[in-house]
C-alpha cells in the first residue's frame, strides 16, 4: 500500500490533481505546481520537485496596459498567477516520448511546461510555449483562456511503421476557450513530435459557443451581471470513433459536440521551420446529447473514505481538538488503477489562522484492484517479456527519425552512431528486411553528404546483401565483419582518428583499434577486447 503523502503546499484549485501517462502526479499549489515523481527500486516511493509557474519575463509576456472598462478588466494585467487547473498531454510531445504539462493560471495565461531532461531535476523544466500568443490580437478577451483540455490520442493517426513517420505519437490536440465565447482547436509541435524544428502553436479552428437564450427568463440583477460575459469552464473530450465528442460548460448549461479532424490537401504558405507541413482540416459540429450530464465523474472509494477518516482523527489528536475537525477535498484522480485524492484538514467551529508557508495537504492512494502493494501500477514495476528484435528495431527508427530530419551539420559522433546504426540495419532480423536496408542506404548517403567521404566497402556490402536473399546468420556477420574491417584498416591509415566511424577499442594502442560489427549487444576488438559499444544497441 502506497502511504499518505504530505505536502508543504495549499490547493489552489477545486480539481489540482493531474496524472501523467508515465505516473507522474502535479498538484496545483498557489503560484506553485508540486510534482510527485515515482522512484524507482527506494524505500522513499516519491521524488518532490516545486516549479514556479508565476514569473514571465518580457519576451515571453510583456507588459500590458489596463484593459478598458468595456473588456471587463478585473486587473488580470496585475493578478497573482494562481494555478487554477493542470493537464498532461498525450505522451510523445515532449522529448524521450514524455508529455507536457498545460499550466492554465488566474491571469488567464496558458502555459506548457517541459523537461529537457531528468524530471526529477528542477533546472531541467521549462517554460515552452504560452498559448495567448497564438490567438487573435484584435480582442483583448480573445487573448484570455478560461479553460481548456488534452484530446486523448486517435490510434488512427499514429503511424510507427514508417521510420521517418512525422505521426510517430499521433498528433497533440488541445481545445480552449476564450472570454468572448471561442472554442478553439489548437495543434502543438515540438522538436520532438511533429513537423516543426521549434516548438509551435497551429489554430485549427475556432467557432463561437451558443449563447444561452434566457429572454423568457425573470433572472435577478446578480445573475444578469455574472452572465453578462459567459465563458466556458469545463472542457472534456470523450474518446476516438472517427470523430471525438467533446462536451463544455457555459453558464451551468452543458454542451455537446463531434470534432472531427482530417488531411486538407489545398495548398497553403509552408512555414519556414517546417520540414514537412501537413495541412489539416476541423469541423466542429453541435452533437445530439445522450445526456445532459457532465461525463461521469470519479468518486471515492471506501478505502479512501476510511483513510480520509483515519486522516481526520489524527490531525483532530495532534491539535487536542477531538472531533471539531473540517475536512475538505480538492481533487480526486486515476491512474491505472491507483486512486489519489487530495486533502486539507481544518479546525472547525474556531477561527483558523495560517501563513502561506504553513500550508499543508494530504494525498491519499487507493489501489482499486485490491493490490496492496500497489505493484505493476507504474510502467516500470510491471515486469513484461520484452521483444528484443521489436526493441531493437524502434531503437534504430528513433535514431533515423532524428537525425534526417537535423538540417544542421552532424558532429562526429552524431556520424559513429549513424554508421552503428547502419551496421544494425544489416544485422537485424526482422519481418521487413526490404525496408531495413532501404534505410541502411539513406544512412549510407546521409553519412557520405556529412563526412564528405566515400563509403565504397559499405555500398558493396550493401549491393552483396540485396542480391543474396538467403543468407544465413553466419554468412552475414561475415559479410558485415570484413566490411567493418576495411573501414578500420582506412581509418588507421588515414592518421585522423577524430573523424573515425567506428567505435575505438580503449585498451589497443594507436593504428590497431579496429571493432568489426558483429553484434548488436556485444563489442570485440581484433584482440578480443570486450567493451561498452558508444551505441550499446
Same mark, same amino acid.
Given at each position: 500500500?502506497?502511504?499518505?503523502?504530505?505536502?508543504?503546499?495549499?490547493?489552489?484549485?477545486?480539481?489540482?490533481?493531474?496524472?501523467?501517462?508515465?505516473?507522474?502526479?502535479?498538484?496545483?499549489?498557489?503560484?506553485?505546481?508540486?510534482?510527485?515523481?515515482? *522512484?524507482?527500486?527506494?524505500?522513499?516511493?516519491?521524488?518532490?520537485?516545486?516549479?514556479?509557474?508565476?514569473?514571465?519575463? #518580457?519576451?515571453?509576456?510583456?507588459?500590458?496596459?489596463?484593459?478598458?472598462?468595456?473588456?471587463?478588466?478585473?486587473?488580470?494585467?496585475?493578478?497573482?498567477?494562481?494555478?487554477?487547473?493542470?493537464?498532461?498531454?498525450?505522451?510523445?510531445? &515532449?522529448?524521450?516520448?514524455? #508529455?507536457?504539462?498545460?499550466?492554465?493560471?488566474?491571469?488567464?495565461?496558458?502555459?506548457?511546461?517541459?523537461?529537457?531532461?531528468?524530471?526529477?531535476?528542477?533546472?531541467?523544466?521549462?517554460?515552452?510555449?504560452?498559448?495567448?500568443?497564438?490567438?487573435?490580437?484584435?480582442?483583448?478577451?480573445?487573448?484570455?483562456?478560461?479553460?481548456?483540455?488534452?484530446?486523448?490520442?486517435? /490510434?488512427?493517426?499514429?503511424?510507427?511503421?514508417? $521510420?521517418?513517420?512525422?505521426?510517430?505519437?499521433?498528433? $497533440?490536440?488541445?481545445?480552449?476557450?476564450?472570454?468572448?465565447?471561442?472554442?478553439?482547436?489548437?495543434?502543438?509541435?515540438?522538436?520532438?513530435?511533429?513537423?516543426?524544428?521549434?516548438?509551435?502553436?497551429?489554430?485549427?479552428?475556432?467557432?463561437?459557443?451558443?449563447? =444561452?437564450?434566457?429572454?423568457?427568463?425573470?433572472?435577478?440583477?446578480?445573475?444578469?451581471?455574472?452572465?453578462?460575459?459567459?465563458?466556458?469552464?469545463?472542457?472534456?473530450?470523450?474518446?476516438?470513433?472517427?470523430?471525438? =465528442?467533446?462536451?463544455?460548460?457555459?453558464?451551468?448549461?452543458?454542451?455537446?459536440?463531434?470534432?472531427?479532424?482530417?488531411?486538407?490537401?489545398?495548398?497553403?504558405?509552408? =512555414?519556414?521551420?517546417?520540414?514537412?507541413?501537413?495541412?489539416?482540416?476541423?469541423?466542429?459540429?453541435?452533437?445530439?446529447?445522450?445526456?445532459?450530464?457532465?461525463?461521469?465523474?470519479?468518486?471515492?472509494?471506501?478505502?479512501?473514505?476510511?483513510?480520509?477518516?483515519?486522516?481526520?482523527?489524527?490531525?483532530?489528536?495532534?491539535?487536542?481538538?477531538?472531533?471539531?475537525?473540517?475536512?475538505?477535498?480538492?481533487?480526486?484522480?486515476?491512474?491505472?488503477?491507483?486512486?489519489?485524492?487530495?486533502?486539507?484538514?481544518? /479546525?472547525?467551529?474556531?477561527?483558523?489562522?495560517?501563513? $502561506?508557508?504553513?500550508?499543508?495537504?494530504?494525498?491519499?492512494?487507493?489501489?482499486?484492484?485490491?493490490?496492496?502493494?500497489?505493484?505493476?501500477?507504474?510502467?516500470?514495476?510491471?515486469?513484461?517479456?520484452?521483444?528484443?528484435?521489436?526493441?531493437?528495431?524502434?531503437?534504430?527508427?528513433?535514431?533515423?527519425?532524428?537525425?534526417?530530419?537535423?538540417?544542421?551539420?552532424?558532429?562526429?559522433?552524431?556520424? *559513429?552512431?549513424?554508421?552503428?546504426?547502419?551496421? &544494425?540495419?544489416?544485422?537485424?532480423?526482422?519481418?521487413?528486411?526490404?525496408?531495413?536496408?532501404?534505410?541502411?542506404?539513406?544512412?549510407?548517403?546521409?553519412?557520405?553528404?556529412?563526412?564528405?567521404?566515400?563509403?565504397?566497402?559499405?555500398?558493396?556490402?550493401?549491393? #552483396?546483401?540485396?542480391?543474396?536473399?538467403?543468407?544465413?546468420?553466419?554468412?552475414?556477420?561475415?559479410?558485415? &565483419?570484413?566490411?567493418?574491417?576495411?573501414?578500420?584498416?582506412?581509418?588507421?591509415?588515414?592518421?585522423? $582518428?577524430?573523424?573515425?566511424?567506428?567505435?575505438?577499442?580503449?585498451?589497443?594502442?594507436?593504428?590497431?583499434?579496429?571493432? =568489426?560489427?558483429?553484434?548488436?549487444?556485444?563489442?570485440?576488438?581484433?584482440?578480443?577486447?570486450?567493451?561498452?559499444?558508444?551505441?550499446?544497441?
Amino acid at each position: 500500500m502506497l502511504p499518505p503523502a504530505h505536502i508543504p503546499v495549499q490547493p489552489s484549485s477545486q480539481d489540482c490533481l493531474a496524472w501523467s501517462p508515465d505516473g507522474e502526479l502535479a498538484v496545483a499549489a498557489g503560484e506553485e505546481v508540486y510534482l510527485l515523481i515515482p *522512484r524507482h527500486g527506494s524505500p522513499e516511493p516519491w521524488t518532490h520537485v516545486r516549479i514556479t509557474v508565476s514569473n514571465f519575463n #518580457s519576451k515571453e509576456w510583456p507588459w500590458q496596459e489596463q484593459a478598458s472598462f468595456k473588456d471587463m478588466s478585473i486587473g488580470e494585467e496585475q493578478a497573482r498567477a494562481t494555478v487554477t487547473a493542470l493537464a498532461w498531454s498525450p505522451p510523445g510531445l &515532449g522529448k524521450h516520448r514524455r #508529455s507536457v504539462l498545460a499550466v492554465l493560471t488566474s491571469n488567464l495565461i496558458l502555459s506548457l511546461w517541459a523537461s529537457d531532461s531528468n524530471f526529477t531535476d528542477l533546472d531541467s523544466w521549462e517554460r515552452v510555449v504560452i498559448v495567448n500568443k497564438a490567438l487573435s490580437s484584435g480582442s483583448r478577451l480573445q487573448q484570455r483562456i478560461r479553460s481548456m483540455a488534452w484530446a486523448p490520442t486517435n /490510434p488512427h493517426h499514429v503511424d510507427r511503421r514508417t $521510420p521517418f513517420s512525422q505521426r510517430k505519437w499521433g498528433i $497533440p490536440i488541445i481545445a480552449i476557450a476564450d472570454d468572448s465565447n471561442g472554442l478553439y482547436i489548437l495543434r502543438i509541435s515540438s522538436p520532438f513530435a511533429g513537423q516543426y524544428s521549434a516548438w509551435n502553436v497551429e489554430v485549427l479552428r475556432r467557432d463561437n459557443i451558443p449563447v =444561452p437564450d434566457r429572454s423568457n427568463d425573470r433572472p435577478s440583477l446578480l445573475s444578469l451581471a455574472m452572465n453578462a460575459n459567459p465563458f466556458v469552464d469545463h472542457i472534456e473530450f470523450g474518446a476516438w470513433d472517427g470523430n471525438i =465528442p467533446v462536451v463544455y460548460r457555459t453558464s451551468g448549461i452543458i454542451h455537446h459536440a463531434n470534432v472531427s479532424l482530417c488531411e486538407d490537401g489545398s495548398s497553403r504558405v509552408r =512555414p519556414k521551420d517546417a520540414s514537412d507541413h501537413e495541412h489539416l482540416t476541423v469541423s466542429i459540429d453541435q452533437a445530439r446529447p445522450a445526456n445532459a450530464n457532465m461525463p461521469s465523474q470519479l468518486i471515492v472509494s471506501p478505502v479512501l473514505k476510511a483513510r480520509m477518516a483515519k486522516e481526520k482523527e489524527r490531525y483532530g489528536l495532534d491539535k487536542n481538538i477531538g472531533s471539531h475537525v473540517m475536512l475538505r477535498t480538492f481533487g480526486l484522480a486515476l491512474f491505472n488503477d491507483l486512486h489519489a485524492v487530495c486533502i486539507t484538514l481544518h /479546525p472547525a467551529k474556531m477561527v483558523e489562522y495560517t501563513a $502561506p508557508f504553513e500550508g499543508n495537504s494530504t494525498i491519499l492512494f487507493d489501489a482499486s484492484n485490491g493490490n496492496s502493494n500497489a505493484k505493476g501500477i507504474f510502467p516500470w514495476q510491471s515486469l513484461l517479456e520484452v521483444d528484443v528484435a521489436k526493441t531493437q528495431r524502434s531503437i534504430l527508427d528513433v535514431i533515423l527519425d532524428q537525425n534526417l530530419q537535423r538540417p544542421l551539420t552532424l558532429k562526429n559522433l552524431d556520424l *559513429r552512431i549513424l554508421y552503428s546504426a547502419f551496421c &544494425g540495419n544489416l544485422l537485424l532480423r526482422d519481418d521487413k528486411p526490404l525496408q531495413r536496408l532501404q534505410d541502411a542506404g539513406e544512412i549510407l548517403k546521409l553519412i557520405e553528404r556529412h563526412a564528405n567521404i566515400d563509403l565504397l566497402a559499405e555500398h558493396r556490402a550493401l549491393l #552483396s546483401i540485396k542480391n543474396s536473399h538467403h543468407l544465413s546468420d553466419q554468412e552475414l556477420i561475415k559479410v558485415i &565483419g570484413r566490411m567493418t574491417t576495411a573501414r578500420g584498416q582506412a581509418e588507421s591509415s588515414s592518421g585522423s $582518428p577524430e573523424m573515425a566511424l567506428l567505435d575505438p577499442c580503449p585498451f589497443c594502442p594507436e593504428g590497431q583499434k579496429i571493432t =568489426p560489427f558483429d553484434s548488436l549487444t556485444e563489442a570485440y576488438c581484433l584482440q578480443r577486447h570486450p567493451f561498452g559499444r558508444l551505441f550499446p544497441l
